[in-house]
């Protein structure tokens, strides 16, 4: 058995509500709620739930989601009938707010599921400014892409920007980063014109060819002239196949160099798992021990921090991760023994038996890799050089 303890001298709280995770986008869509789930079972069977405060996400309200939402996309969202019902469609706002569409259908409990999502964003957001919790982890939540009144890559409610905007009333600065495959549009877009965020998102970028399309290295905030937002946007596009190695080392040379620069008073973290090798999505060959590295980077800088959920479309893969990340939350990574426990509900799903398997394990053929390290240089440089117009 085994003896995870709590952490010493700081508290982690874990925000989950298993209604949400009960929620269907349709048979093949690509989000499966269900990894929740698989990842909540990892987290119970390895004995993670004594060593944190866990809460049941409640589900957020009207009031709460228009912090950032407009009225007349939140109506529609409460209102819309589900697809596979029968029901008067109302094309017009359908088109104005991409809803019903194969990304973001609107599927039965929609509204329960989003305002539950971000309930456990907020929760979490809450507990660290009262200081009660150090760490508060919402994989619920993390559904960057949803903009002020319209849907967008499965995202319906833009959870993070709420979290952040309720750190706001209690912190001076928030640094938020992003390490799902995709470009954090949504969030990066929502504090385009504020020097109190700064946003980072680390993604695959090929416009025309991968969702969204944005996020190049050169767009860091619109340069209007009298907009103190201009250089808290930081990109960093990368190409197939980036590997751990080079992924660790570009995240603690930009990140690192961000703190201190910016001196955040907070931290939100989005986890995206489709940044994973073998997602159904993603192009990149991050293994678990990689994709972690970045949690327990930003750990160990001693900031008051919310992690949060995001992409990740190959469930056995979202879970290992997650539940490996919720360990160095609480400071028990050495603890776990990466043989997965026996009395794990659904052990069956992660074939090979591991938390880490190898890359050959998990794709057969690892990706090529398409990213230089002259490139990857040259980047670091850019970020540099942008962070000189930062002053906190
Ligand atoms: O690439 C797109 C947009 C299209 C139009 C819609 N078709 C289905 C795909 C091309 C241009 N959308 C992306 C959205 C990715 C969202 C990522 C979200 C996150 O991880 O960043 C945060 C939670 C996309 N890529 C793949 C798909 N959509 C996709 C959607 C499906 C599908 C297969 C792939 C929807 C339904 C079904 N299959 C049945
Ligand atoms: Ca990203
Ligand atoms: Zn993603």
Same mark, same amino acid.
């Given at each position: 058995?085994?003896?995870?303890?709590?952490?010493?001298?700081?508290?982690?709280?874990?925000h989950t509500n298993?209604e949400m995770e009960k929620h269907h986008f349709g048979?093949?869509h690509?989000m499966k709620p +269900?990894?929740l789930?698989?990842?909540?079972?990892?987290?119970?069977?390895?004995?993670?739930?004594?060593?944190?405060?866990?809460?049941?996400a409640r589900a957020a309200t009207y009031e709460e989601l228009n912090m950032f939402h407009s009225n007349d996309y939140l109506d529609y969202l409460g209102t819309a009938p589900a697809e596979?019902?029968?029901?008067?469609?109302?094309?017009?706002?359908e088109?104005?707010y991409n809803l019903g569409?194969?990304d973001c259908p609107l599927f039965y409990g929609l509204y329960d599921y989003c305002s539950m999502s971000a309930g456990g964003s907020l929760d979490a957001?809450?507990?660290?400014?009262?200081?009660?919790?150090?760490?508060?982890?919402s994989w619920g939540g993390g559904l960057h892409h949803a903009k002020r009144s319209e849907a967008s890559g499965f995202c319906y409610i833009n959870d993070i920007v709420l979290a952040?905007?309720? *750190?706001?009333?209690?912190?001076?600065?928030?640094?938020?980063?992003?390490?799902?495959?995709?470009?954090?549009?949504g969030?990066?877009?929502?504090?385009?014109?504020?020097?109190?965020?700064?946003?980072?998102?680390?993604?695959?970028?090929?416009? $025309?060819?991968?969702?969204?399309?944005?996020?190049? *290295?050169?767009?860091?905030?619109? =340069?209007?002239?009298?907009?103190?937002?201009?250089?808290?946007?930081?990109?960093?596009?990368?190409?197939?196949?980036?590997?751990?190695?080079?992924?660790? +080392?570009?995240?603690?040379?930009?990140?690192?160099?961000?703190?201190?620069?910016?001196?955040?008073?907070?931290?939100?973290?989005?986890?995206?798992?489709?940044? *994973?090798?073998?997602?159904?999505?993603?192009?990149?060959? *991050?293994?678990?021990?990689?994709?972690?590295?970045?949690?327990?980077?930003?750990?160990?800088?001693?900031?008051?921090?919310?992690?949060f959920g995001g992409?990740?479309?190959?469930?056995?893969?979202?879970?290992?991760? +997650?539940?490996?990340?919720?360990?160095?939350?609480?400071?028990?990574?050495?603890?776990?023994?990466?043989?997965?426990?026996?009395?794990?509900? +659904?052990?069956?799903?992660?074939?090979?038996?591991?938390?880490?398997?190898?890359?050959?394990?998990?794709?057969?053929?690892?990706?090529?890799?398409?990213?230089?390290? =002259?490139?990857?240089?040259?980047?670091?440089?850019?970020?540099? $050089?942008?962070?000189?117009?930062?002053?906190?």
């Open positions: 058995t085994y003896n995870i303890t709590r952490p010493k001298g700081y508290n982690v709280s874990f298993p048979q093949t690509p +269900w990894r789930t698989l990842t909540k079972s990892l987290v119970t069977s390895y004995g993670m739930s004594f060593a944190m405060d866990n809460y049941v596979d019902t029968p029901r008067d469609v109302d094309t017009d706002k088109v104005k569409g194969s957001a809450r507990k660290i400014c009262a200081k009660q919790s150090d760490i508060a982890v952040i905007l309720q *750190l706001l009333r209690c912190f001076p600065r928030v640094l938020y980063i992003d390490i799902d495959v995709h470009h954090g549009d969030v990066e877009e929502a504090f385009f014109s504020t020097d109190r965020v700064m946003t980072v998102s680390f993604h695959k970028y090929q416009p $025309e060819v991968f969702f969204p399309g944005t996020g190049g *290295l050169e767009d860091n905030g619109p =340069k209007s002239e009298h907009n103190p937002g201009a250089h808290h946007a930081i990109n960093v596009p990368l190409n197939d196949g980036i590997t751990d190695e080079q992924y660790e +080392w570009l995240f603690q040379s930009i990140i690192g160099q961000v703190n201190e620069r910016f001196r955040p008073s907070a931290i939100a973290l989005q986890c995206g798992a489709d940044s *994973l090798a073998g997602d159904r999505l993603g192009r990149f060959n *991050l293994q678990v021990q990689g994709h972690a590295a970045c949690v327990n980077f930003c750990k160990k800088l001693g900031i008051p921090m919310i992690i992409g990740g479309y190959t469930p056995r893969n979202v879970a290992r991760a +997650w539940a490996f990340e919720t360990a160095i939350a609480i400071d028990c990574q050495d603890k776990i023994d990466p043989v997965i426990p026996m009395h794990t509900p +659904w052990r069956d799903h992660f074939h090979h038996e591991t938390l880490f398997p190898t890359l050959e394990q998990i794709l057969g053929e690892p990706r090529a890799n398409k990213n230089t390290q =002259k490139r990857l240089q040259d980047m670091v440089q850019h970020v540099t $050089e942008q962070l000189r117009f930062v002053n906190f």
